[in-house]
């Protein structure tokens, strides 16, 4: 049996913030704004992994209401997710996560950040894609108000 899932995030782009994708920290003058450390990146694929499954969001799963998520490090709230029972009877055939940003330059990251999401999935990583598109400067990505990320995964159901 195979699901498909796919996911979308938005966060706004702040001063006297860190800038972290895919658990990688990015050195740039601004940083994502959100409840927890607003791994835009990471909510993508959370979401993409709870869609497949029709398992609700992220939003339901972690409530911004709720100070135990506050400053969270996303990608252990992506380990909680795929330790749920519901989940982990699944595994990832493959994703592919895009993320939009005018800028920084994230090419010198990508393998950084594909190793890391490989570690905490527990997967080869060709199975993970990590991509990165700017907007040619149009609209709130490239006016560099905010990074979005969008991702798509497959998940097959585990033996
Ligand atoms: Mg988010």
Redesign the pocket.
Known sequence: MIRIGQGY?V?KLATGRKLILCGVPVPHPTGLL?HSD?D?AV?ALMDAILGALALGDIGQWFPDSDPAWKDADSMKLLRAVMADPRVSEWEIGNLDLTIIAQKPKLLPFNLEMRTNLARALDLPLDRISVKATTTEKLGFEGREEGIAASCVVLLEKQA
């Open positions: 995030d966060h959100g607003a835009v909510h």
